[in-house]
Structures are given as structure tokens and as C-alpha cells.
């Protein structure tokens, strides 16, 4: 098996979460760690820097794994794709447009690059489902989505990194939001027409939003809401998916925090003649999942693309300019 020599640029826990699933895949070599915290790189043998230009500039490798704040996350994918090194970023891509529009020029401008973008969700077992079904059109076309996701902060949450708006670019919307308006871009298409309310509702001493309601309009006229909170003090998960003859739930994920309840997906076919139920209680089909692979789906598909010439298919540039593009909108109000 031909490896991917790989460096890894923030050894929080995102950097971790990836060097682990690279280990498990077992196509990539990783030869060398970078954090500006060195207690984060504690523990791991491979060479180690404090300088994310020194460790691409003195790293023999073919890849570049960035897991930092937000705000280096551009000048990192912009150095390393000028360099000529296929690049794997978490997301959000940048704080914000500009960012994500800066990072595609660095892609337009190289030669075959190769660039995607983290958002997980996408490979959850349960949206690979959804996804599966709804392009199977055994429920009719998708035509609105109702989703909440929210978290309950942290104890310090007012001081995380994560609600500094320069290291940031925006609160939870941007941090944890971004993955179900992701998912219903994937699922529905571009948003083009958009409407919220952005609010501090309880974190009121700090700079960021701890709650985004917003409504989505397709120019094809499919509609969602979407509810990003930082205020839910039970973590929830939730996607409901509306098609002209069916109907499908998403609820619960796994995650490293086990909060979010049991990841399973249901669907309903539209039967408005009782055949297989009551009115308004069609048959149920669900299944359940027990384990998340969606760090190992997504390394694969990356090392497919570096190793194997694949195309990226999901988390390219394209998607995470249209999703920095949208969530401009959600906080232009
Ligand atoms: N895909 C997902 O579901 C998911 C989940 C959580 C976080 N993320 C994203 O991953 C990124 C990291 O988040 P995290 O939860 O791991 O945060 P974290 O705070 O645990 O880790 C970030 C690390 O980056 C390091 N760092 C910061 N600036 C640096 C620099 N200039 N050079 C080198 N290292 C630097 C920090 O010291 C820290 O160790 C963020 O962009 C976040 O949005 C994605």
C-alpha cells in the first residue's frame, strides 16, 4: 500500500481525532506534529515543531492535515497548496467569505491540487442512509427540512477560543451550525434566499452568538430551519426531511461525547390510504448505528484522491465557499 506522508498542523483535539484515524487506515505515514502548545504534542514520537512554516518547510511529505483555530486554517491551506502539497483542513474553511474565497484562488492557482474540507457529518452512517434514500426517490423529491442542533457550552465557555470572534469568526452557528446547514446543502441544494435571528439569549458577556434560528429558501423553492444553540442544555441532534411521499428523521449522533443520544434514521412512505397503518401513522422502518466511522470514511476518501487520483467528492473548495457564502447570510441581519 502506497502511504501518504503526512504532516499534522494543530495537535488539539481535532489533530488527535485525524491522527488516529490516519493510524487506522494505515495508508499514511505521519512525520511530524506541530502545535504552538507543546504539552498538546506530548506523547507522540514523531518529529515535532512549534511553527507550522518550519514543519512544512523541513517535512519530506505529501500532505498537510490543518486542525487548528479557524484563523490560521487559511494561511496554512494557502502556503501548503503554493507548495504543492495536497491538503486536508478541518472546517469551518476560515472565519469567514473572504477567507474561503482567498483559499480557492491559492486552489485555482496550483497545479492539480488536491483540497478538502472536514465536515464529518456527511459520512455519518445515518446520513449515508438518508442520503442513499432520498436519491433512491422511493420518498418522492425532498421538499423542506426542519433541524436543530445544539450543545450545552462548556464551564468556560465565554473563554474559549471558540467564541473569540477574531480567532473564530463567529459563535456556535459557525462552530457547530455549519455541519446541519451542511447537511441540508447536501441534501437540498444551495440556499439563496435566507432569514434569522442571531442572538446572545443567556451568554450575554461575550462576543458571539449563543443561539441561531434561521429560515432557507432554495431558488428551486425548497425551504428549511435550522436551529444552531449553544443553550441546549440536553445535547440534540435532529433532521426532519420532507418529501412529496415520504418522510424521513434523523435523531441522535455518536460522537467522541456520546451526548447525543443513539444515532438512528426513520422513514415513513405518505399513506394516506391506511394501508400499512392509521392516518398520519404510517409504517416505521428505522435503524440504529453503534459506531461512528466517519473520521476513517473521510481519511479514505482523501488518500484515494492523493494516492488513488480520485476526485474529491464531498468537502471541496466549491462546497465550503457556498457554505461560508450562506453563512454570511445567517449572520447579515
Ligand atoms: N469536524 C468536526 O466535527 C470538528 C469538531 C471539532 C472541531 N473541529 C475544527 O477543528 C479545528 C480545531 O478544533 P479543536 O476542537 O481540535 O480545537 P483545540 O483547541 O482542541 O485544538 C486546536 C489546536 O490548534 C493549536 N494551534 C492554534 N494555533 C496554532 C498555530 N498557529 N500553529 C500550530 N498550532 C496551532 C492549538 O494550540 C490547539 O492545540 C477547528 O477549526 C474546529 O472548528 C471540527
Given at each position: 500500500?502506497?502511504?501518504?506522508?503526512?504532516?499534522?498542523?494543530?495537535?488539539?483535539?481535532?489533530?488527535?481525532?485525524?491522527?488516529?484515524?490516519?493510524?487506522?487506515?494505515?495508508?499514511?505515514?505521519?512525520?511530524?506534529?506541530?502545535?504552538?502548545?507543546?504539552?498538546?504534542?506530548?506523547?507522540?514520537?514523531?518529529?515535532?515543531?512549534?511553527?507550522?512554516k518550519?514543519?512544512?518547510?523541513?517535512?519530506?511529505?505529501?500532505?498537510?492535515?490543518?486542525?487548528t483555530?479557524?484563523?490560521?486554517?487559511?494561511?496554512?491551506?494557502?502556503?501548503?497548496?503554493?507548495?504543492?502539497?495536497?491538503?486536508?483542513?478541518?472546517?469551518?474553511?476560515?472565519?469567514?467569505?473572504?477567507?474561503?474565497?482567498?483559499?480557492?484562488?491559492?486552489?485555482?492557482?496550483?497545479?492539480?491540487?488536491?483540497?478538502?474540507?472536514?465536515?464529518?457529518?456527511?459520512?455519518?452512517?445515518?446520513?449515508?442512509?438518508a442520503?442513499?434514500?432520498?436519491?433512491?426517490?422511493i420518498?418522492?423529491?425532498?421538499?423542506?427540512?426542519?433541524?436543530?442542533?445544539?450543545?450545552?457550552?462548556?464551564?468556560?465557555?465565554?473563554?474559549?477560543?471558540?467564541?473569540?470572534?477574531?480567532?473564530?469568526?463567529?459563535?456556535?452557528?459557525?462552530?457547530?451550525?455549519?455541519?446541519?446547514?451542511?447537511?441540508?446543502?447536501?441534501?437540498?441544494?444551495?440556499?439563496?434566499?435566507?432569514?434569522?435571528?442571531v442572538?446572545?439569549?443567556?451568554?450575554?458577556?461575550?462576543?458571539?452568538?449563543?443561539?441561531?434560528?434561521?429560515?432557507?429558501?432554495?431558488?428551486?423553492?425548497?425551504?428549511?430551519?435550522?436551529?444552531?444553540?449553544?443553550?441546549?442544555?440536553?445535547?440534540?441532534?435532529?433532521?426532519?426531511?420532507?418529501?412529496?411521499?415520504?418522510?424521513?428523521?434523523?435523531?441522535?449522533?455518536?460522537?467522541?461525547?456520546?451526548?447525543?443520544?443513539?444515532?438512528?434514521?426513520s422513514?415513513?412512505?405518505?399513506?394516506?390510504?391506511?394501508?400499512?397503518?392509521?392516518?398520519?401513522?404510517?409504517?416505521e422502518?428505522?435503524?440504529?448505528?453503534?459506531?461512528?466511522q466517519?473520521?476513517?470514511?473521510?481519511?479514505?476518501?482523501?488518500?484515494?484522491?492523493?494516492?488513488?487520483?480520485?476526485?474529491?467528492?464531498?468537502?471541496?473548495?466549491?462546497?465550503?465557499?457556498?457554505?461560508?457564502?450562506?453563512?454570511?447570510?445567517?449572520?447579515?441581519?
Amino acid at each position: 500500500m502506497d502511504k501518504i506522508r503526512a504532516v499534522i498542523i494543530g495537535m488539539g483535539r481535532m489533530g488527535k481525532t485525524r491522527y488516529n484515524a490516519m493510524k487506522r487506515h494505515g495508508g499514511y505515514e505521519v512525520v511530524a506534529v506541530c502545535d504552538t502548545n507543546e504539552a498538546n504534542m506530548e506523547g507522540y514520537e514523531e518529529k515535532k515543531y512549534t511553527d507550522w512554516k518550519e514543519c512544512i518547510d523541513n517535512s519530506e511529505m505529501d500532505a498537510v492535515i490543518v486542525c487548528t483555530y479557524n484563523v490560521v486554517i487559511p494561511d496554512i491551506v494557502c502556503y501548503s497548496l503554493g507548495k504543492g502539497y495536497s491538503v486536508f483542513s478541518e472546517k469551518p474553511p476560515g472565519r469567514n467569505l473572504d477567507d474561503a474565497l482567498r483559499m480557492k484562488e491559492a486552489y485555482d492557482r496550483a497545479e492539480s491540487p488536491i483540497l478538502k474540507y472536514g465536515f464529518n457529518h456527511r459520512y455519518h452512517n445515518s446520513v449515508i442512509e438518508a442520503k442513499a434514500l432520498l436519491d433512491s426517490k422511493i420518498l418522492g423529491d425532498v421538499v423542506c427540512a426542519r433541524g436543530v442542533y445544539g450543545k450545552a457550552g462548556s464551564p468556560d465557555f465565554t473563554h474559549e477560543w471558540r467564541n473569540d470572534t477574531q480567532i473564530s469568526g463567529g459563535g456556535i452557528m459557525l462552530d457547530q451550525g455549519i455541519h446541519m446547514l451542511d447537511l441540508m446543502y447536501y441534501f437540498m441544494g444551495e440556499f439563496t434566499e435566507i432569514q434569522s435571528s442571531v442572538d446572545q439569549l443567556v451568554w450575554k458577556d461575550m462576543p458571539t452568538e449563543d443561539s441561531a434560528f434561521s429560515i432557507l429558501r432554495t431558488s428551486d423553492g425548497k425551504v428549511a430551519s435550522l436551529h444552531s444553540s449553544a443553550i441546549q442544555w440536553r445535547h440534540k441532534f435532529s433532521l426532519d426531511l420532507i418529501c412529496t411521499k415520504g418522510f424521513i428523521s434523523l435523531n441522535g449522533l455518536l460522537t467522541s461525547t456520546n451526548s447525543y443520544g443513539e444515532e438512528k434514521i426513520s422513514y415513513y412512505r405518505k399513506d394516506l390510504e391506511q394501508k400499512t397503518g392509521g392516518l398520519g401513522k404510517p409504517m416505521e422502518h428505522t435503524m440504529c448505528f453503534d459506531s461512528d466511522q466517519s473520521w476513517d470514511y473521510e481519511m479514505k476518501e482523501f488518500y484515494d484522491a492523493v494516492v488513488n487520483g480520485e476526485p474529491v467528492k464531498l468537502g471541496t473548495i466549491y462546497d465550503a465557499v457556498n457554505l461560508m457564502k450562506m453563512i454570511e447570510g445567517i449572520y447579515r441581519v
